[in-house]
DNA sequence: AAGATATATATCGACTCCGAGGTAGAACAC
DNA sequence: GTGTTCTACCTCGGAGTCGATATATATCTT
């Protein structure tokens, strides 16, 4: 997850450690920072492996910088994590987040479709979150504990909002990836 | 996480291994079943730790399940967790969640109201999510991403139902403690 | 009769991530 | 002038979790 959303960032414009470390920071957990510890060795791993450079520059106020560029291979691996997501990013509510943030460096709207479209029928299936004794499901009103009950009733009212913009969103990229593939043939 | 889920199923009643872990699949990642390697050696740990005692009966078409019944300390150190969440455990959704899934077996409609509280304050906080280059937060009409739109429109939304049922819940508890506090005082 | 599936428990290596600690310079408050 | 905070980087140990692997039984399918 974190890897997805380094390259991500560089992907819209190079960015320094610290930098990095409070957009991140933002975005996934709202406002639980990312660990140091866990920030900079996985940045040292992606330019081991060839997905970020690094050039040193100025400080604005304090120790050099380490700028941070994407490559053409960390662009080619983003895209890969972003094209065929693992399931867990599917299922995680903070994963999919992140993944929904950069959909956008997928630049083919079919693609894009296709991972919302994932995302969409794994919402499809109704939450059986409780269960009694005897192993049956219990009704949101059944629930004895009012604090189930608002997590049902929150747990479903999230879900059609976000079926309802997947919905949405998804129409209108195929109708996108439809004149896109129309055009392509009449030239 | 995974310790709270345990030590809080098992506070309804007695539960085997298999079963529990059917449980906290359908509550916690909603499908995203928990590892075999992630629960046995955690219910071996909360055993150690005194939380729970195992006694073996046959199973009910395979082999003999280890039954698990919560302890005095297991109830003890389940309700210091419910009280006195960690940070992470009010602004980590997935954690949230399960930690309201279990608020009912703190017994105390003031300790309840403090905890939900917490969340509340969190959720007060006006989400900035994006930047740009010079580290401007970028409103949600600017962004040019409809997936960034999207997530941050959902976002917005899902925040107000649940502050929506956070300060009805509050009002609720807090009426409720004040006869509470009012009947002791009358005794 | 053989194989797949569901029940049921357990271990081990790998990976991700956190928290505590360390280094260092600039700005600001007291 | 001294302490605190913010910027900026880095390492190490540990906790938690996953995935693969193993064992065993009963039922259902072919």
Redesign the interface.
Known sequence: MLKMAILGFLRD?PLHGY?LK??VA??A????PIADGTLYPTIKKLEEAGCLTRRTAPGSVAAPRHMLEITQEGTDQLRRWLRSPEP?FI????KW?VL??F??HLDNPRE?SIVLARRRE?LD?P?????D?Q?RPVPPDRL?????K??M???R??NL??ID?LDG?IA?LDRRAGYTAATAREA
Not at 127 to 131: D, G, M, P, S, T
């Open positions: 414009f930098d409070n957009r933002a975005l957990g709202h406002v639980r867990v299922t995680d509510d903070n987040y929904l943030a959909l956008h894009q794994f299936q939450a059986q979150l409780f269960f004794e192993g004895e504990s009012p604090f189930r608002g997590l009733q929150i747990h009212s999230v909002t976000e913009w969103q209108e």
